[in-house]
């Protein structure tokens, strides 16, 4: 290989290092500025899950005319997750992360904080990592205890 190619791949290596740090820096200020927005807005309701739903926001009934019109077009293509919840007496779709949405089940009454249509936390609910965690600690203590009973015998 020639010197030439060498350096113009190196150049053009650093260059692409450069412009990831400041995409980076740049995504993590947008980060934190919508997550203080979030921590504002946040309020504590409760709520009856209705409906759960992984589909396109277009193709979901119930949203607001104002949100699906104001969505850039890249998030119309995308799939999201929907509850769809009754909040006092207005029934309600609302957006949440995988993992929240896993974790709900469906007709129970729950505590959630919201800010807007988001749901950004489920009160007394675990995760469902934090139920795998528990089922493995769960059966490394029955292990244990079956190993210890062997040894006493």
Not at 38 to 50: C, D, E
Not at 95 to 105: E, F, G
Request: glycine fraction near 4%; proline fraction near 3%; include cysteine.
């Amino acid at each position: 290989m020639n010197y030439d190619t060498l350096f113009t791949i190196a150049i053009i290596v650093v260059v692409l290092g450069i412009a990831l740090y400041f995409l980076y820096r740049w995504a993590t200020k947008k980060m934190v500025e919508q997550d203080t927005v979030i921590n504002q807005q946040r309020m504590t309701q409760y709520a009856f899950i209705i409906d759960k739903k992984h589909d396109k926001i277009t193709n979901v009934s119930g949203m607001p005319k104002a949100v699906t019109d104001n969505l850039p077009a890249r998030a119309k293509l995308i799939k999201m997750y929907f509850v769809r919840a009754k909040i006092g007496p207005q029934i309600v779709t609302l957006i949440c992360d995988k993992h929240i949405y896993n974790s709900i089940p469906l007709k129970k009454n729950l505590k959630i904080d919201i800010a807007g249509l988001y749901i950004i936390k489920v009160h007394g609910m675990k995760t469902a990592e934090e139920m795998k965690t528990a089922s493995k600690e769960k059966k490394a203590k029955e292990k244990a205890a079956k190993k210890a009973e062997k040894n006493k015998k």
